[in-house]
């Protein structure tokens, strides 16, 4: 993609004013490449300049615009997914959002407008050549909803994580059942319950997800 303009859509005066700045700052460096600056105050403007068909960067601040929700937004974003890269340059976002969002689309990157003039510059730079950038900090955010998400779902019993601690230290099905004074039946059982709810189909992954999520000690795993 050889971005022919760059679309600023952020209704605070200064920051758009700042990340013009920026952007000509970057423009500069690369001797004879013509790129438009225009700004967009609501999204029919965007649209407007979208349709023109010029290879566009767009720096948008979601939560200032007037964007029904996030699927509306992602629909926009897939419509000109050949003809533009979008940079979510925001004070903040919701995981749930970011989630939906990066996982949806293909041409939207991530940064936020606390971050260094050094970070903000780097991501405009990824922008301006059609790539995707996406904000540690961003990254963090999903990262940390994800292990959360992931001890909520997992809902194991007492037992369920003790067999489970079991199986991460070799022990097969009927040393389990020995140790524990319990029929082979029913660890069996337990084991399937542990399948069910970790969503997975055999013990290597079982143990491969505990481990990953903190489920156990990775000292204990047998190895």
Known sequence: MNIERIIIADNQPLTALSVETLCKRIISFKPGREVEIVYATNKY???VYLKQGKDAAVILDYTLFNFDN???FTMMCDLYQKSSSWLLLSDELTPEFLRYVLYQTT????????????ILSESLRFVLRGERYVAQHAMNILLIQE??????KTDLTQTELEVLKAMTQGKATKEIAYDRGSSVHTINSHRKSIFRKLNVNCAH???????????VDQAEFYI
Do not use: F, M, P, W
Request: no cysteine.
């Open 70 to 72: 996030q699927e509306n």
């Open 147 to 152: 292990t959360e998400d992931s001890h909520e």
């Open 107 to 118: 041409n939207v990157s991530v940064a936020y407008k606390d971050a260094s003039i050094d």
């Open 205 to 215: 992954d079982a143990i491969k997800y505990a481990l990953r999520a903190g489920l």
């Open 45 to 47: 403007e965007l649209g």
